[in-house]
């Protein structure tokens, strides 16, 4: 519930009008879409899972508010080279649907029915952000951490938005004033957009959120509760002095263990990120040179994402109509969050999925009007209040309507275990892309005399590279290992017994590796023992042809 | 520094007592006896540094607290002191210094310098009156090593002058899956690493023998004298069988590359660490400072080199304001005269770019000025006169180090060559400088070393903000109606607030507020233009209630004025993060425009 937080004492302020009270905190699920599992439901169904075979749980922290940052295990064994796969869901805590088909996800591959878990162990964060997603289904306002001065005025969360009309909702303000910066569409008085000049626009309204001017700067709602946004306090295009981002990259106490979990395990190779952002339904190019402050990953890597994405948008591999490929409202900040952290820095291929998006009429994203249509259609409306008269305090005569806050990004209920579907599908097809280490091409002449000269070549079979190229550029992920093992007696002529190739690339990438040898009499031949914490390892015989 | 708002009180106290205490000419004639005799001409391991600070808490109650603030890898404490005379207020309470050293394990004598700083002080409080005043008004925080790990991984393992750099969390350097597997080997014994050298005679190696001193090796390149010596590196042999030797020594990073401000990963900035503040020592230290926005001034110890060190690391990050430029330079160029042989250098631009440097974090992280002294200097061996000159800048070099040895040092910090058997090279020599030579300073110039760079310690902690109410008056406009102006004037080198953080909101802005009862505040605003009082910067909101958020300026004056109705008296008061609290009574103006 965004409170109405006491006035600060001593200030004159120039209104003295009737406050509503502050609503009730609600139940997790009238706000529509409705029907969602609250984030302290989906935590403690996880933490049940707690002793079922083949499942781990781990507590990795906790949150300011005391709920837990649950790691879910599945598959998990060790093993050189057993790969896995990271879900981590709604670490903005603004998508609940991520958390919906996580959790839906982590019941599948407690079954233990996913071939993928014959091929990897499986990771989920089913709720990465769990004060925001508890905050945010409870009253559809993402709270963010510690009290944080936003408005530099020596005072902090003292001007929050606030419920002027008891509705338990923050909505949006619409004040009339003509020299604000909107105007409402002639066609339907819902929508709002930005006067355009050069269109002959007139504006005729101001829109903030519902608020008051608590503090009695003139601004409204500028210093809201909490202030550290978990999804700014990434190392990876981190900025500094911004108030959300936290003092320092990685100061919040989730984001920090989440980070170690993933730099202790470089057998992460997949890190699927269900979130604000969507890198999926239009992947980027990709970049040659990924500077220190990209936001596009080196080509190769971009390359397999789309590749991969095609799995989840079929239709432009094969002309056939599939899922609309409408890119989910996403929502930007200046800086790199979890996955671009875990994309530039810990150098794992990672993919972004905001699930889903109301459908767009002709453009790549829904358009305001293709969301008040779809709204019509699949709400009925409800999911738009529309203006109506308030008498601001302040401002005087105003409007108080606009969006629900969940409804534009998250399904409705009955959609999710479609998607949960979908991405379980998916998980699964991940089962054969790991990389795959395999000894080719071996070549052994006898030069006489127990001397033998041996040539072998390297081939990753997977689809997934041994490490992706941005891992290759960050120097820090595991790179394999070769040695030639010669039998007792044996002695090297030319090479070396121990040495590393950096990547091998999906798809028959691949290191040719040459020795000079020679074999004592009677001995078995040389072997060779390749190894790999990202792909497994694989021996082969040098035995001559 | 809104904490206690009784101090300003305290503090006035304590500053009467303290004008009534005789000052004793104790030094007469330098045959003083000071209260607790520390020997300055050595070097302290991490514990006898921690020992050092309790005698000093015992020998003077009342002015040292010792804290914990952390504990490093291999779980060293790591002791904090926090100095000031406890009667005329808390540490905590007071505009304070930071002051460390030893970031780098091997840079060890920056620990002794941070001791020395407050030995000094303290035992000169009853003798030298700026020392009682900085003692008295202001408070320093001293850490004295950054890097307890390294420091006495460095004393008492076998090592060079340059390495022990690192903490001591293994780090794997060569990317083979193991950790700290290849670093030196003392192969001699003798509890050194020297360098190793091989004579391949018939001009197959890289260097000669220098004619005037044999010990010397010099390459041949460029010259055409015969090759018969190859120069093998540091003492050591290829541990782990990969072709390389010490590649993969103890630790295997930077901790003054793992600050957040300007930070990038390790394939851009070398010993970086995965992530800013990820080792236990440099999140202890940040975690402190970012509690204590009392500290107004930072120093930071290394070595060497004679540097007195400031941002920016980056070209990047673009020059720094030009009012902290001039409040920098003034510090930087005094401390020139300070410390002979140490010149005032920007990092990037005189030393080398680095990204997520300390001293840059303080001040672009956090807005404090910050100096980073390199310690000992070369020249200092001679004193920069009657030393060998020569085209070979490398040769006459190594003659003046060695001739240091043979005479001053009566060949105390030299190993001469001698034969190893070494398991891949054969047979070999090892020789070579001491690690105690080169960059620390020897025994008997230690003392020296410290108190100048303290002392440069205590004038940047004398110019730490000192703002004052000069005059709060009010003049009757009539009709009820009231003008009053309070003029805060800051009478040293450092604003209250730097630029820096006024341009990018790092910490609360000074406040300036106007109190009284039955009086409405109508405006209120600073006042630009003292001749033309209706043009001053009326604030949107709460004008009683002032935020000032360039602070006010070193030696500078900033003039705030309200238009105020009702006839009550008013106090002006005056709060900051990084100057004392004043608060002053408004009195009637004897003339216009106060």
Redesign the interface.
């Known amino acids: 519930m965004v409170s109405l937080h006491r006035l600060p004492a001593g200030?004159l302020f120039a209104f003295c009008t009737f406050l509503p009270l502050p609503a009730q905190q609600k139940s997790t699920n009238t706000l529509p879409p409705g029907g969602y599992l609250s984030a302290d439901d989906i935590l403690a169904h996880c933490g049940e899972l707690a002793g079922k075979d083949g499942v781990t749980v781990r507590e990795l922290a906790r949150s300011a508010e005391d709920r837990p940052l649950l790691l879910l295990g599945f598959g998990e064994r060790g093993g050189v080279g057993r790969q896995a796969v990271l879900v981590v869901a709604d670490p903005d805590g603004t998508r609940p649907v991520a958390s919906q088909v996580a959790w839906g996800l982590a019941q599948e591959l407690a079954a233990g029915s996913s071939p993928l878990l014959e091929a990897a162990t499986v990771y989920l964060v089913p709720v990465a952000n769990p004060d925001a997603s508890a905050h945010l289904l409870a009253d559809g306002f993402a709270w963010r951490g510690a009290p944080v001065?936003e408005d530099?005025?020596?005072r902090s969360d003292e001007d929050p938005p606030d419920d002027l009309d008891g509705d338990g909702l923050v909505l949006k303000m619409r004040i009339p004033d003509p020299a604000g910066d909107w105007l409402a569409d002639p066609n339907d008085d819902r929508a709002m957009r930005r006067a355009d000049p050069a269109h002959g626009d007139r504006p005729t309204s101001r829109l903030l959120d519902e608020g008051l001017d608590e503090?009695?700067?003139?601004a409204f709602n500028e210093d809201g509760p909490g202030g550290v946004r978990l999804e700014a306090n990434w190392?990876h295009r981190?900025r500094?002095?911004e108030p959300a981002a936290g003092?320092?990259?990685?100061s919040e106490p989730l984001n920090r263990a989440l980070?170690d979990f993933v730099?202790e395990r470089p057998n992460i190779a997949v890190v699927l990120v269900f979130g604000a952002e969507d890198g999926l339904a239009r992947p980027a190019e990709g970049v040659a040179e990924p500077g220190?402050d990209s936001t596009e990953p080196p080509k190769e890597d971009a390359d397999l994402i789309r590749l991969l994405a095609e799995r989840l948008y079929p239709e432009a591999k094969d002309g056939e109509q599939g899922p609309p490929r409408t890119k989910p409202r996403s929502a930007p900040h200046g800086s790199g969050g979890f996955a671009d952290w875990a994309r530039f820095?810990a150098g794992r291929l990672v993919l972004e999925s905001a699930l889903w998006s109301p459908p767009a009429g002709e453009g790549d994203e829904p358009t305001e009007a293709d969301l008040l249509a779809w709204n019509d259609a699949a709400y009925g409306g409800a999911g738009f209040v529309s203006w109506r008269p308030f008498d601001h305090p302040q401002l005087g005569p105003v409007e108080i309507g606009g969006w629900k806050p969940l409804v534009r990004d998250n399904p409705p209920v009955e959609r999710i275990p479609a998607l949960t579907e979908t991405w379980a599908g998916f998980l699964a097809s991940l089962a054969d892309d790991f990389a795959r280490l395999e000894w080719s091409g071996i070549e052994v002449h006898d030069l006489g005399e127990g001397v033998c000269e041996a040539r072998a070549t390297l081939v990753n079979t997977g689809l997934l590279p041994t490490v992706t190229e941005m891992g290759r550029?960050?120097?820090?992920l595991?790179?394999i290992?070769i040695e030639l093992q010669l039998p007792e007696g044996g002695v090297l002529l030319g090479g070396?017994?121990?040495l590393?190739a950096e990547r091998l690339a999906g798809l028959g990438g691949h290191q040719e590796f040459r020795w000079l040898y020679r074999l004592p009499l009677g001995s078995g031949p040389a072997r060779i023992h390749a190894e790999s914490?990202t792909a497994g390892s694989v021996d082969a015989a040098l035995e001559v042809e | 520094m809104m904490r206690r708002p009784a101090r300003t009180t305290l503090l006035a106290a304590g500053l009467a007592a303290a004008c009534v205490v005789p000052v004793a000419a104790q030094e007469a004639g330098g045959t003083w006896q000071p209260k607790l005799e520390i020997p300055w001409n050595r070097y302290y391991r991490h514990a006898e540094l921690n020992a050092w600070m309790e005698r000093m808490r015992d020998t003077w109650p009342g002015f040292v607290e010792l804290r914990e603030i952390g504990r490093s890898y291999e779980g060293r404490p790591m002791v904090l002191m926090a100095l000031t005379n406890q009667a005329t207020g808390a540490a905590d309470d007071k505009v304070a210094m930071w002051v460390d050293g030893n970031v780098h394990g091997n840079e060890v004598q920056g620990g002794e310098a941070a001791l020395y700083l407050a030995w000094w002080l303290l035992e000169h409080y009853e003798t030298n009156e700026r020392a009682r005043k900085l003692l008295d008004e202001r408070a320093f925080y001293i850490l004295p090593s950054q890097n307890p790990d390294g420091r006495d991984h460095w004393f008492d393992a076998p090592n060079t002058a340059s390495s022990s750099r690192s903490g001591k969390r293994p780090y794997d350097n060569d990317r083979d899956g193991l950790v700290d597997e290849d670093g030196y080997d003392d192969l001699d014994g003798d509890g050194e690493i020297g360098m190793m050298r091989k004579r391949v005679p018939l001009g197959e190696g890289t260097h000669y023998q220098d004619p005037d001193d044999p010990r010397i090796l010099l390459p041949v390149r460029g010259t055409d004298k015969q090759g018969d010596w190859l120069l093998l590196g540091s003492e050591g042999i290829d541990n782990d069988g990969d072709g390389r030797i010490n590649e993969d020594g103890p630790g295997g990073y930077d901790m003054n590359r793992n600050w957040p401000s300007d930070w990038q990963p390790p394939h851009i900035q070398y010993g970086a660490g995965d992530y800013p503040l990820c080792f236990p020592e440099t999140r202890a230290i940040a975690d402190f400072l970012l509690a204590h926005p009392n500290v107004a001034a930072a120093q930071s110890f290394h070595n060497s080199g004679g540097m007195i060190l400031r941002g920016p690391g980056q070209e990047s990050i673009g020059p720094y304001p030009a009012a902290d430029v001039a409040a920098y330079d003034e510090l930087g160029e005094e401390g020139e005269l300070m410390l002979p042989f140490y010149r005032y250098m920007i990092l990037w631009q005189d030393l080398y770019p680095v990204h997520g440097g300390f001293v840059n974090w303080v001040y672009e992280g956090l807005g404090v000025f910050s100096f980073s002294n390199e310690l000992w200097a070369s020249p200092q061996y001679f004193g920069g006169t009657r030393e060998r000159t020569g085209e070979n800048w490398y040769a006459t070099n190594r003659r003046n180090q060695l001739d240091w040895n043979d005479s001053v040092m009566l060949g105390d910090v030299w190993i001469d060559w001698h034969e190893v058997e070494h398991p891949l090279y054969g047979t070999i020599e090892i020789g070579g400088f001491k690690r105690q030579h080169g960059r620390v300073a020897p025994s008997f110039m230690i003392e020296e070393m410290l108190h100048r760079n303290a002392m440069f310690c205590a004038r940047h902690a004398e110019e730490m903000p000192r703002v004052e109410i000069v005059s709060a008056t009010a003049e009757d406009l009539g009709g009820g109606l009231r003008r009053v102006v309070a003029v805060l004037e800051n009478k040293a080198v450092l604003p209250s607030r730097s630029a820096w953080a006024a341009r990018n909101h790092i910490g609360r802005p000074d406040l300036v507020v106007l109190e009284g009862d039955g009086v409405q505040v109508l405006a209120g605003g600073r006042l630009a233009d003292r001749f033309r009082p209706q043009r001053f910067a009326m604030a949107d909101s709460e004008p009683h209630r002032l935020l000032l958020e360039e602070g006010v300026p070193g030696r500078g004056r900033v003039r705030c004025q309200w238009i105020v109705r009702g006839g009550g008296t008013l106090r002006v008061r005056y709060q900051a993060e990084k100057a004392d609290d004043r608060s002053a009574e408004v009195t009637a103006a004897d003339q216009v425009g106060g």
């Open positions: 200030i001065d530099h005025d020596a503090d009695g700067d003139r190392p981190w500094e002095h003092p320092y990259p990685l980070a730099l220190p820095q550029r960050t120097g820090r595991p790179r290992r070396r017994d121990r590393f914490l």
